[in-house]
């Protein structure tokens, strides 16, 4: 029996398609979701506190063969991510429908001017736990993030659904037990949901 639904916030709640734009046009990858991938899983040291923003391009550029970082701005992820990324409001009122009837929790790996933006939103007032990776030093990749969620929810592995838009986060929720589900849109999600007999109204 499903008691809690957990959530991943960038490119889930938080629509990052124009920051994403951004960095395309700087970047130009071949492979564009190949790319969001990349630029979410080498985030994982800044998203700890183990690596500098700058360090962060550094490894992105040379990723995608850029040996010339004297166009690339070291603050690329924090300059105007308040202007280029907003609330999914039709995700949001998922969430809040899915609260009358579970706990929800929101797990983000996510550094501290990115998570200053998302509370000033008051995107961590519609979750019964928020667990932000910078401050608990441990990022989605690792079995040990999920387990604070599932102790502060006070609810098993396999009571819970984990919501999240890359893979390699959702595996690692699911060696735990846990049902995940990998985003794509609203209505994929929706649907999902209903195999899983979760009540949305």
Not at 11 to 30: A, C, E, Q, T, Y
Not at 139 to 159: G, Q, R, Y
Request: proline letters at 2%; one cysteine or more; a positive charge.
């Amino acid at each position: 029996m499903t008691k809690a639904i957990i959530f991943d916030a960038g490119g889930v709640i938080v629509d990052s398609k124009p920051i994403l734009n951004k960095f395309v046009r700087i970047f130009k990858p071949k492979n564009l979701d190949l790319f969001w991938e990349e630029i979410n899983l080498k985030a994982i040291l800044m998203c700890r506190g183990e690596m500098s923003e700058k360090d962060y391009w550094k490894e992105i550029a040379k990723s995608v063969g850029i040996k010339d970082m004297s166009k690339i701005p070291d603050n690329l992820w924090t300059k105007d991510y308040d202007k280029l990324t907003h609330i999914d409001k039709d995700v949001l009122n998922l969430v809040d429908k899915l609260r009358k009837n579970y706990k929800t929790a929101l797990i983000t790996n996510t550094f501290a001017p990115h998570a200053n933006i998302n509370r000033k939103r008051g995107l961590f007032d519609h979750f019964d736990v928020t667990i932000l990776s910078h401050e608990v030093k441990l990022t989605k990749e690792n079995k040990d993030i999920f387990l604070i969620a599932l102790k502060k929810l006070k609810v098993k592995a396999e009571e819970c659904i984990f919501i999240d838009d890359i893979q390699k986060f959702i595996d690692t929720a699911n060696s735990l037990s846990m049902k995940g589900i990998l985003f794509k849109n609203l209505d994929q999600l929706k649907k999902e949901l209903e195999q899983l007999r979760i009540s949305i109204d």
